[in-house]
């Protein structure tokens, strides 16, 4: 049982570690946390539904469909809502994001509200046995995929230039400009890549939980409970974060009560803030908010 | 009276329409069917039935000022409203506040509703108490079961079911040898059903909705739990076998069912035209019956109040409605004076291989 | 007479609806230094921004190498060769003293990096000893010798210092004054000057412009700054 | 009136301040000098309980102020200026110098709460002479803007004024004159000397030379943490070591 | 009480500069505001004690988000504090209606007490989520400990009773349009002395305002307590108002609300929170007849506003009417 509780805890982890990435990676550029994460997520799992069911297409096609609409959706979101915000307070940029949330929330479930469509898993198959440990192939992708997303990231920011660049154009975004960085034009990217993330991380979670309009809510504390626990800003936390609240969740659940697997997350958060005030990974940088 | 005119009786009905619980705007529809179906066979004493329809999102607060702008903005006759047990709930105050006001529940299935009666508050569907009575007799029904294992979700609509389970299984002498909460919105049950396998149970009451459902037979299937599966009506077994899309996790699942007949069975092709007349979009599902037997009763009492309608006569003619079984709901309805809880009987529906077949007891001993 | 690298033509800049500058004509040539005088609030600062980018004119025209600049985002024109070293140097404080300076090279000269590196780190040896340390912790003055550095990383073509002399010690000020005055004669830099300085001022510019609450006020050669400041300071700032 | 012993701060391998000692008497002026990183600063931040030191100890009329916090030093009646701003950007000027009177205001918290009496004078009177104060800087005319609209050199006379409204005992402004235009260092210089004449001691930062020389009765110079000299102005461009490393020979 | 209402009375909740106008036109509006109960039903008269106690809310919220500036989601965690305490004092001890109320706004306060703690190490986004956090827990504790707070379904208040007189939807109203006089007028009346200023100074650089010798850490407990008092009160007021106490009532979207208001109204404006707990407690039940809206409508209504001002409703009008424009500080009558 406890095997089987630490996989099932890391498979469920990758996938909070998805999400959150998504959140840290905007986050790292634009310093913003996007309270509408939980809907991209959604969306990204919906647009695959749309393109199989409305167009017809296969599972591969409406998957790259949906990543693009999504990327695109983020980099218009970026154009249009946020940038005219961009010397407002921070909190109205959160506000904003919180806005958005709702209303994509209420577009979604004027037209799905009453539905929650089941979708297929990515690759099907029997159930895996290792030992006493049971996984769905689907389990396994979901692992792996996050694994390489972050490394893909860590990379991105730790060792190349354009990473650096987006840090500093998110920490003093005046600064970035007057040594001619295209600050504008690097926000709405990353927009764009956040919006995938949260896709991506959808569209690999939804054949476990269903399509449904308010799918992203819980997502999003999760991720926001693993961001807090590495540390936000710190794309090895988040992931670290994640994976270690996924097998906590399996762990209180499994061995001391089911009752408190709603709440691991708000107690992780609590007792770890509380000892160490800027999460277990994260640098002591003061957040705009 | 309020809310009756020479021409119109003015019924107020509320139900969640949108949020996470809009599915259950569907009984809501029917009861309105129902209504549009009399309507257009004339009306009842010459009265024709209008309707105020009001959204409570399935939010305790919402569905307060709901019923406020029904009783006194919308002035209506009676009310016929809530699938959300806690949206019931919290009105009871206002419906004590107003005695006169008739009020039938439309799908909430709480037994606290109706027990202890409150005079105006009328109850014509399977209790929570029915519904887990019923669940209970037909786990034991199986041979030699012993070992009963639940797990439920922990909210207003939980806990209603919980409490008189829990009693019941008292009463028998029984105790749950695992009972864990599974919360709404989880992505994941591992750590539940671990503990539910190692509890080895024979036959697991699952108090769950359908999205949390459809996590826990999926998992349940993956990990290998054989234990048949009996849940409530909160769910359908259609729309059940379509979501977890697997037939080998739902051959054993029982749900508790509370119409006459499957949906496609001849014998109740007449409501499902009904509905389907009025709102031929909206999906065809167990739960869009829910309402009606409420509906017709409402309908069979203003008759019988005859011209003069009056709130009073409305609600003592409720009262002497004796076993009234227009065919829909699987047992018939009895309001007394004392007993607001009109339905106490129910049957379980499973989904052998490819159709719903309805059942009483297990193994499968078809009743009809 | 040659074109005028930067020319502005009748500028007016508004924040909301206060008129900060109105009517500003200043032509800029090739290897020239020019002053931009004025008390606390005058708009001296706000005449750079508009220049850079980060405000937009709302009346008249800014050329940049003949081209209209008056909508192009700050990137656009540094990228161009016109640089600007702000009052509030808006530094990468989280990163490295090496980090910003690399990043100060990355839009227009990313190739000569070490080539440049060398330059400031000749200018600045202060910087030379710190690179590896966080530009936030650093002091005062060393961060103004940072901003500078940085801005010099993209080799310029137009420079606009706002008061680099604020902070300096006395010995750098002159430092730096040799250093402007090294930029103009090496690479054909054209310099706006904001500074309260006079001595140094005196000692860079060829001409000066003076503002007083958002419009020009007097111009005149570098020569008649060299007069009794005290003077001047009670003529213009009073 | 403050005295530094041994003052010694110390970042991560780097001494920033090394064993420095001063002593600073009432009504006077007391500047320290030195080239750009010389500590003068983190002497400033050790002394107002921003950064702890490594060792050495400051105290105020023979009262230690060892460990205390920054709140705890101002209450001391010790009042500091930011060399990159410490402005409250978005209140407006009249607030900004009103904060600077917040120990000095005795209004209790329910007596505002209720509005009583006291408690509504004691506010008025602060308005009062932050109004007053503004007058005397010659900004009474920004009162009611946003602080944070203002020019750098507006803004850094605000934190002057602000510094210097609650008649605190010792102000320790950091480069105050940095954006003042000349004009405006000389009207500085002149506010320091009434301040000083009325019983206030100044510690000062500068580069500026001008306002150095006119207003100090004191200047220390400082290199790379330790005192180089310790003199009146009329003798610092005498002394070698500092034309050396600071002023330079111009 | 009495005695708040004449001093507010004298200085009026909002005054500022203008004087004499002014508190003429907020004289005129509270008599206004008496004679509402005359013209309405039972319903609209319920929607109109809603805002009341929205408008506490929104001032509550306000102190530490537009003045403190601090991210801190626990409002509706003192909010659903305030009502469970109010409630179940009355429930489990027969308290009275007002002292359950008293005991409410207090039990807000400690937990204001409580949160502002963390909030002196923790800070940005951290303080977001560990607040969130709090409130989420209170909400687990409201549904699995049956015994003390009847779960998950919550319980109904008894009647409400003012000096034993049973209290209708009519006296309901008299008896929070009152508590709003003193919360909003106490509030105002802070929020322009020192302890307000501090505040500010706090939001917008911890370091000077250290220098300047503002305790910040205090400062932020006075805030966070005294937003958690306000926010107490109206849950307590909420309890009474609704009949009903359950804890779904106190979730995110509870809090989201609460920022919506504060949005929309005007970040750092008492007349802002009034004007949005007004415009968001009244626009869900215009939209009533068009379910699935009323999401749409809302974040909508609130991109448009962060869009078009960014100060806020209150921050909009305050630059066409002056008499809307609030300051911090205390006028002298004199200058
Ligand atoms: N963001 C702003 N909003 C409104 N007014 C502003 C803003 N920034 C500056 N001002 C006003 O515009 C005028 C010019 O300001 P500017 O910063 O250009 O002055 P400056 O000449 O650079 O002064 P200093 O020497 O003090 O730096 C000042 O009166 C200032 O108060
Ligand atoms: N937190 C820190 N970590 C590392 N080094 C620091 C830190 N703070 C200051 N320093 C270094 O300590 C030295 C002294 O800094 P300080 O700010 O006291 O100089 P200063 O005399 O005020 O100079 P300026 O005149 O340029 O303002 C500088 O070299 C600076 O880089
Ligand atoms: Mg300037
Ligand atoms: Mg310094």
């Given at each position: ?16 570690a ?8 905007l ?9 509408c ?16 069911q409305?167009?017809?297409w296969?599972?591969?096609?409406s ?10 959706a ?9 940038r ?16 958005l ?10 037209f ?13 198959g ?7 440990v ?15 997303v972050v ?7 730790q060792r190349?230039?354009?990473g ?14 007057l ?10 990217l ?10 991506a991380?959808g ?7 269903l ?8 997502m ?10 590495g540390?936000?800003g710190s ?13 906590l969740?399996?762990?209180i ?20 803030l ?8 994260g640098?002591w940088?003061?957040?705009r908010? | ?10 019924i ?12 259950g ?13 009399i ?13 105020s ?11 307060i ?7 006194s903005q919308?002035?209506?006759?009676m009310?016929h ?9 919290a ?10 006001l ?12 109706s027990?202890?009666?409150t ?13 887990t009575?019923?669940?209970?007799d ?7 079961t ?16 919980i ?8 009463a028998?002498g029984?105790?749950?040898v ?10 994941d049950?591992t ?12 036959v ?31 769910v ?25 007949a ?40 203003i ?8 709130r ?19 047992g ?16 379980m ?20 | ?5 930067l ?9 909301g ?15 020239e230094?020019v ?11 706000t ?17 940049l190498?003949?081209?209209s ?6 990137h656009v ?33 990313a ?15 202060r ?14 003055g060393?961060?103004?010798m940072?901003?500078?550095?940085r801005?010099?990383?993209a ?9 680099p002399?604020?902070?300096?010690s006395?010995?750098?000020v ?11 004669k ?12 006079m ?6 510019i ?13 111009r005149?050669?570098a020569?008649?700054?060299e007069?009794?400041?005290e ?7 009073l | 009136?403050?005295?530094?012993r041994?003052l010694?701060?110390?970042f ?28 003068k600063?983190?002497a ?9 030191p490594?060792?050495?100890?400051v105290a105020?009329r023979g ?34 110098v ?14 505002c ?28 005319g920004?009162a009611?803007?946003?602080?944070g ?62 306002l150095?020389m ?36 111009a | 009480?009495?005695k708040?209402?004449?001093?507010s ?10 004087g004499?106008?002014?508190r003429m ?11 509402l109960?005359?013209?309405v039903?039972?319903y ?17 919220l306000?102190?530490?988000?537009g003045?403190l500036?601090?991210?801190?989601f626990?409002?509706a965690?003192?909010f ?9 004092s009355?429930?489990?001890?027969g308290?009275s ?9 207090a ?11 963390p909030?002196?190490?923790v ?18 504790l ?7 707070t009847?779960?998950?379904g ?17 006296g309901?109203?008299y ?7 003193i919360g ?8 322009r002395s ?17 220098s ?7 400062s ?6 005294w937003?958690?008092?306000?926010t107490g ?12 106490v ?21 970040l ?23 379910p699935?809206?009323?999401?749409i409508?809302?974040?909508?209504l ?12 209150s ?20 200058a």
């Amino acid at each position: 049982m406890f095997a089987q509780l630490i996989m099932s805890g890391i498979v469920n982890g990758s996938v909070y570690a998805v999400v959150a990435l998504g959140m840290t990676v905007l986050y790292r550029s634009t310093t913003v946390v996007n309270f509408c994460h939980g809907e991209f997520f959604m969306l990204g799992a919906f647009a695959v539904l749309v393109a199989q069911q409305l167009f017809g297409w296969t599972y591969a096609g409406s998957i790259v469909f949906a990543l693009a609409m999504l990327f695109l959706a983020g980099c218009a979101i970026e154009r249009v809502l946020m940038r005219p915000l961009q010397n407002a307070p921070h909190i109205s940029m959160a506000m904003m994001t919180v806005a958005l949330s709702y209303l994509l929330k209420g577009i979604s479930r004027f037209f799905y509200g009453r539905e929650v469509k089941p979708l297929q898993p990515l690759i099907g198959g029997d159930p895996i046995e290792i030992g006493s440990v049971i996984l769905m192939p689907q389990d396994v992708l979901i692992a792996g995929f996050s694994l390489l997303v972050v490394f893909g990231f860590f990379y991105f920011f730790q060792r190349t230039e354009t990473g650096k660049v987006i840090q500093a154009a998110s920490q003093t975004p005046r600064g970035a400009s007057l040594v001619g960085i295209n600050v504008p034009l690097l926000r709405n990217l990353m927009w764009g890549v956040g919006a995938l993330m949260g896709a991506a991380a959808g569209i690999l979670i939804a054949p476990n939980t269903l399509v449904y309009p308010d799918m992203g809510g819980h997502m999003l504390i999760r991720a926001f409970a693993a961001m807090t626990l590495g540390g936000f800003g710190s794309l090895p936390g988040a992931v670290a974060g994640a994976l270690t609240l996924g097998v906590l969740e399996n762990l209180i659940g499994g061995y001391i009560s089911s009752s408190l697997v709603e709440i691991t997350a708000y107690l992780v958060i609590i007792v770890v803030l509380i000892v160490r005030p800027q999460g277990i990974m994260g640098e002591w940088r003061q957040g705009r908010g | 009276e309020t809310g009756v005119t020479d021409t119109t009786i003015r019924i107020g009905m509320f139900g969640p329409l949108t949020g996470p619980t809009a599915i259950g705007s569907l009984p809501l529809l029917g009861a309105a069917a129902i209504y549009k179906d009399i309507n257009d066979a004339g009306g009842i004493n010459g009265r024709k039935i209008e309707l105020s329809i009001e959204d409570d999102a399935c939010d305790p607060n919402k569905t307060i000022s709901a019923t406020k702008k029904l009783i006194s903005q919308d002035q209506v006759f009676m009310i016929h409203g809530g699938w959300c047990s806690g949206t019931v709930m919290a009105i009871k105050p206002e419906l004590a506040r107003n005695p006169q006001l008739p009020f039938m529940v439309l799908g909430a299935a709480s037994a606290a509703i109706s027990t202890p009666v409150t005079a105006n508050i009328f109850h014509p569907i399977a209790t929570t108490a029915a519904v887990t009575r019923t669940m209970l007799d037909f786990a034991l029904s199986k041979p030699k079961t012993q070992r009963i294992a639940i797990v439920s979700h922990s909210d207003e609509w939980g806990k209603s079911h919980i409490t008189p389970l829990l009693d019941l299984m008292k009463a028998k002498g029984l105790e749950p040898v695992e009972s864990v909460w599974l919360e709404r919105g989880s992505t994941d049950a591992t750590s539940q059903l671990l503990k539910i396998r190692a509890a080895k149970p024979d036959v697991v009451l699952a108090i769950l909705y359908p999205p949390e459902l459809t996590l826990y037979l999926r998992d349940a299937n993956k990990y290998g739990i054989k234990a048949p599966t009996v849940t409530t009506q909160g769910v359908s077994i259609e729309d059940m076998v379509k979501r977890v899309g697997n037939p080998a996790a739902t051959k054993n699942l029982f749900v508790f069912y509370p119409l006459s007949a499957t949906l496609d069975a001849p014998k109740f092709k007449k409501w499902v035209d009904v509905y389907r007349r009025y709102y031929p979009k909206e999906p065809v599902e167990t739960l869009s019956f829910m309402g009606m037997t409420g509906a017709l009763a409402i309908v069979e009492a203003i008759k019988r109040s005859g011209p003069q309608l009056t709130r009073e006569k409305f609600m003592a003619e409720l009262n002497t409605l004796r076993d009234f079984d227009p065919g829909i709901q699987s047992g018939s309805l009895t309001f007394t004076p004392e007993v607001h809880a009109g339905i106490s009987a129910g049957k379980m529906i499973y989904w052998p291989v490819d159709h719903p077949e309805i059942i009483d007891s297990y193994p499968a001993a078809k009743s009809q | 007479m040659p074109d005028p690298i930067l020319r502005i033509s009748g500028v007016d800049v508004r924040y909301g609806r206060t008129l900060a500058l109105s009517d500003i004509d200043i032509d800029l040539f090739e290897g020239e230094a020019v002053g931009l005088l004025g008390t606390n609030g005058a708009g001296k600062t706000t005449l750079l921004n508009a220049l850079s980018g980060f405000l937009r004119p709302a009346a008249g025209e800014l050329r940049l190498f003949g081209a209209s600049i008056n909508r192009c985002p700050p990137h656009v024109i540094v990228r161009r060769g016109l640089l600007h070293l702000s009052q509030e140097r808006d530094l990468f404080g989280d990163l490295t003293v090496h980090d910003n300076l690399r990043l100060g090279s990355l839009a227009r000269a990313a190739k000569s990096f070490d080539r440049n590196l060398e330059r400031v780190c000749h200018y600045f040896p202060r910087l030379k000893e710190r690179l590896r340390q966080r530009a936030s912790t650093m002091s005062g003055g060393e961060q103004q010798m940072l901003a500078i550095g940085r801005a010099l990383m993209a080799e310029p073509r137009v420079l606009l210092f706002d008061e680099p002399s604020a902070g300096l010690s006395p010995l750098f000020v002159q430092e730096i004054g040799a250093m402007m005055q090294a930029l103009r004669k090496e690479g054909e830099i054209t310099i706006i000057l904001v500074e309260q300085n006079m001595l140094l001022a005196a000692q860079v510019i060829d001409r000066y412009y003076m503002l007083r609450a958002g419009r020009i006020v007097a111009r005149g050669p570098a020569s008649e700054l060299e007069k009794d400041h005290e003077e001047l300071a009670r003529e213009y700032y009073l | 009136m403050l005295e530094v012993r041994n003052l010694t701060v110390k970042f991560a391998g780097l001494t920033a301040v090394d064993d420095l000692s001063f002593t600073v008497n009432q009504g006077e002026v007391f500047t320290l000098m030195g080239p750009n990183g010389a500590g003068k600063t983190t002497a400033f931040n050790a002394i107002g309980g921003f950064v702890r030191p490594t060792a050495g100890h400051v105290a105020l009329r023979g009262q230690s102020m060892a460990g205390m916090s920054p709140a705890q030093v101002a209450a001391l009646g010790i009042r500091r200026t930011f060399q990159n701003n410490g402005i409250l950007r978005e209140m407006s000027v009249l607030e900004n110098v009103l904060t600077g009177l917040e120990l000095s205001t005795r209004s209790s918290f329910w007596g505002c709460a209720l509005g009583a009496p006291g408690s509504a004078r004691a506010e008025r009177d602060a308005t009062r002479r932050a109004r007053e104060m503004l007058g005397q800087m010659d900004i009474a005319g920004l009162a009611d803007r946003p602080a944070g609209d203002l020019s750098f050199g507006q803004q850094r006379l605000v934190e002057i004024a602000r510094a210097m409204v609650a008649g605190a005992e010792l102000i320790m402004l950091d480069e105050p004159a940095v954006g003042l235009s000349p004009g405006e260092r000389l009207h500085l210089g002149q506010v320091l000397r009434e301040l000083t004449a009325k019983g206030m001691t100044v510690l000062l930062v500068e580069h500026v030379q001008d306002l150095v020389m006119a207003v100090s009765d004191q200047i220390l110079v400082l290199n790379y943490g330790k005192k180089i000299a310790q003199c009146p102005p009329s003798e610092v461009r005498n002394n070698k070591d500092v034309l050396e490393v600071y002023l330079g020979h111009a | 009480m009495d005695k708040t209402l004449s001093t507010s009375k004298e200085t009026g909740p909002m005054t500022g500069p203008p004087g004499g106008s002014k508190r003429m036109a907020l004289l005129a509006l509270l008599l206004l505001l008496c004679l509402l109960p005359l013209v309405v039903n039972d319903y609209l008269q319920f929607v109109a004690n809603t805002m009341l106690v929205y408008c506490l809310v929104a001032v509550g919220l306000n102190v530490v988000l537009g003045y403190l500036g601090q991210l801190a989601f626990a409002n509706a965690a003192f909010f659903g504090i305030g009502a469970y305490a109010a409630g179940l004092s009355m429930v489990h001890f027969g308290l009275s209606f007002l002292w359950a109320t008293i005991i409410g706004a207090a039990c807000g306060g400690l937990a204001g007490c409580l949160v502002g703690l963390p909030a002196l190490r923790v800070r940005g986004y951290y303080l977001a989520i560990i607040t969130l956090a709090f409130g989420e827990l209170m909400r687990w504790l409201y549904v699995h400990n049956d015994p003390v707070t009847f779960g998950s379904g919550g319980f109904n208040m008894p009647q409400i009773a003012v000096f034993g007189v049973p209290v209708d939807e009519q006296g309901k109203y008299y008896v929070f349009l009152a508590a709003v006089l003193i919360g909003v007028g106490a509030t105002s009346l802070l929020l322009r002395s020192r302890f307000g200023r501090a505040f500010v100074a706090v939001r917008n650089n911890e370091l000077a305002a250290l220098s300047l010798g503002i305790n910040v850490n205090r400062s932020k407990v006075i805030a966070f307590a005294w937003s958690g008092l306000i926010t107490g009160l109206a849950g307590a007021l909420y309890a009474a108002l609704n009949g009903r106490v359950s804890p779904d009532t106190f979730g995110i979207s509870q809090m989201l609300m609460h920022f919506a208001i504060v949005m929309i109204g005007g970040l750092g404006s008492m007349a802002g929170s009034i004007i949005g707990a007004v415009l968001l407690t009244g626009m869900p039940e215009l939209l009533r007849n068009f379910p699935g809206l009323e999401e749409i409508v809302f974040s909508l209504l609130l991109i448009i506003v962060l869009f078009l001002m960014p100060k806020g409703i209150s921050g909009f009008l305050a630059g066409r009417l002056p008499i809307l424009r609030e300051r911090l500080y205390r006028e002298s009558k004199d200058a």
